[in-house]
């Protein structure tokens, strides 16, 4: 019904056929059957061709307005592609759990919303389980963790390494059998647990003492159970099961018990001196944080961007 359009509007702009003909670059007998086909599928005449000039009917004006507001959307959806192709407009939602969303995602928001101040930036914070299901039904762009996902389903691009760490209160009388294996706070900070030089401690030392491990079902806890079982030849008598890592870590500040955290944790702990750290320099204290998106899926520019900032 609105084929022609851009014809019958050009027309109503000059009042003429002639001129419309002559700003087209058509011939006037070409544009008069244009317009004729299109009012034939609207099934009424535009234009009233007894008067001169000839002017509109009024299923005509009723028309302009429709073929005005055609062109306001036309322009509309112009204007914002334009602004995504700059980047002045358009929005990313990005899945986190509390650690990631807490201490790693700050920095890196800041840096993008200083280049991008009109792209909106939604933080989901969620567990890994409900992120995944998240970004699996598009409702996420990305989603950053330290987990395994499934490549046939996810691509992922590499943040960083995080190293888990033996967190002991300073008072447990086992810090006394591997006194010269201790860490501070600040040697963490400085990355000294990354050294090679730096010798594992034996986790042995620890076996009678208790632990805060997180849920079943998480992947900390399954490091930490595996580290105790493959490296100390214990199973470590679990004090509190908990669900957030920095639950864990602050537990352990007061003497609870002993805790595994990723240095990407600890190095944004203040120091208090609570604490003893010690190096796990073993295959299962390593994994690697990721930034997924799902496979397949078209990328917005936005989310390419932020990639960029990360690479």
């Keep these: 019904m609105f084929q022609g359009m851009d014809y019958i509007y050009e027309v109503y702009k000059e009042m003429s056929f002639s001129k419309a003909a002559k ?7 070409s544009l008069s059957a244009a317009v004729k086909k299109a009012e034939a599928r609207i099934g009424f005449p535009v234009f009233d061709r007894s008067s001169n000039p000839i002017r509109l009917t ?5 028309y302009i307005r429709s073929i005005e507001r055609i062109m306001e959307v036309e322009r509309s959806f112009e204007n914002y592609v334009r602004d995504m192709q700059e980047l002045k407009s358009g929005k990313i939602a990005i899945g986190a759990t ?21 792209v909106h ?7 890994t ?20 996902m499934d490549d046939s389903i996810y691509e ?19 810090n006394e059998k591997v006194e010269g294996y201790a860490l501070t706070i600040s040697d963490v900070k400085a990355g000294r647990h990354l050294d090679e030089a730096v010798p594992p401690v034996p986790l042995e030392a620890f076996r009678g003492d208790p632990f805060l491990l997180l849920k079943e079902g998480n992947d900390t806890r399954s490091r930490a159970e595996k580290l105790c079982r493959d490296s100390g030849g214990f199973f470590p008598k679990v004090r509190l099961e908990l669900a957030q890592q920095i639950t864990a870590y602050h537990l352990s500040r007061y003497g609870m018990g002993i805790s595994f955290n990723g240095d990407v944790l600890v190095r944004h702990m203040p ?4 604490l003893a750290f010690y190096k796990l320099g073993y295959p299962d204290a390593v994994r690697n944080v990721y930034f997924f998106y799902k496979r397949n899926r078209y990328m917005s520019r936005v989310a390419a961007e932020f990639l960029k900032l990360i690479g």
């Design 23 to 29: 700003n087209l670059f058509i011939s006037q007998p």
């Design 156 to 174: 992922k691009t590499f943040f960083c390494q995080e190293h888990l760490l033996l967190v002991v209160p300073k008072h447990f009388i086992s």
């Design 98 to 118: 509390n650690l990631f969303a807490s201490y790693v995602l700050p920095p890196l928001l800041s840096r993008f919303t200083e280049s991008f101040p009109m």
């Design 58 to 62: 009024e299923p005509g004006e009723e």
């Design 121 to 127: 930036v939604d933080i989901v914070e969620a567990s």
């Design 129 to 148: 389980a409900e992120l995944g299901d998240r970004l699996f039904s598009g409702a996420l762009d990305l989603m950053i963790d330290n987990q395994v």
């Design 271 to 274: 120091d208090d001196g609570s």
